[in-house]
């Protein structure tokens, strides 16, 4: 037999073993996940999962450094065996996106399987374990000795590696919450959603201003009866403004006057005022039957009754826009001192290793709510994931590189 039917044989054999070993883990995981009830895989937190990850790191150096040539791990940093292992990843990723996760409880049989929490599992961490050790002695060998000529391979794989280590690992020191504080009043004590409990925070927010700018508001026709809002002949609801016209059956509305920001005065008649305070009024022109009628319709606040017009059983409202932006002052107090602060919806601000976000507000009191809601959140492990992308780019830049130098070559 020659020696390429004697290679191809033996990659033949190798996939197959390394087909039926990932099949096995997989197995073995789901029984685990199984005989455990249900219940995902124990979290380590810091530091525990950091000792955890060195040792490993350091295991895996030590197999491809002192038994690089022993035949299991030869195999067990083959490309067989990681290919396998990434259907085995992809396959139980599939189940994670098509199965609901958090969706089943109780004793039934896919709770008892971890399919709600295929991420937490038992089959999910043995598989990527194995993984990484598939991977990890691929970088190791690449590594030492070190050669120039396997920098690409060492960035790319290289940071893969921590990216994914880093991630899971520090999967469990991911923190979320959120922090209710109301304008003038300052609060130390956050919110944790998933274990509906408080938590004392090692910083403290104080809500100097909140505030909100609106559209337009919009003009419709409400029904009690069925408690709907029928939209006008055009389907559409649009945003009111001086000389908009709205027009329903037997009946049509039109905008004579808009003003942003206004307050009545002892008389009832709206007057400019500042945008704090005002809100938006509209004198409208009511025409119906040949005959016609002004009147002032306003969004209403918590010290001006809404102005509504009955027609028949009808109303005519103008409710208040949505929100265009919403933000918080704030200022911020840790052991770092003092620091005031702007937050708006995806313009987080950094404080003593947080990141502080506009989540929130009273929603029923609208522009005129005193409750800000911020989302506080802290993943101590993301440069080290960050780390492992930037690896991952410069191997990429790397790879093109040489391949223009090999086309210009040519």
Known sequence: MSKVSCGWFEDVRSFRLS?????????????IQYLAGGVGVPVLSWPFNGVFLAVFAALL??????????PFVVWLGGIPLGLSLIFGIAFL????GVIPQGGVTGASLPARLGLNRIFSGWPFLLTVLLFLSNLGLSVVWKTIPFRPSNLQFMLFHGGFWIALAAGLAGAPDLQRLIIPVY???????????????????PFSVYLDDFSIEEYSPQLVLYDPGSDRVIPGKSGSVAEVGKGYRAVWPGFEVKVLEYLGHALPDSSGNPRPADPENGIPYARVRISAA???????????????????????????????????????????SGSRGRKPAILEVNKPVEFDGWKLYQMGYDEKAGRWSQLSLIEAVRDPWLPAVYCGFFMIMAGNAMFFWKGMKRGGSV
């Open 19 to 31: 087909s039926i070993v990932t099949i096995l883990v997989v197995s073995t995981g789901f029984a």
């Open 183 to 201: 304008e003038g009043r300052q609060n130390s004590r956050a919110y944790i959603p998933e274990e509906n409990r408080m938590v004392q925070l």
């Open 61 to 70: 150096v030590l197999l491809g450094v002192a038994f690089r040539n022993k």
């Open 290 to 332: 040949g005959k016609s009628v002004d009147r002032w319709l306003n969004t209403g606040s918590p010290s001006v009754r809404p102005g509504v017009v009955q027609l028949g059983r009808y109303f005519l409202v103008m409710f208040p826009g949505t929100p265009k932006v919403f933000r918080s002052g704030v200022v911020l």
């Open 93 to 96: 990723s599939l189940l994670g």
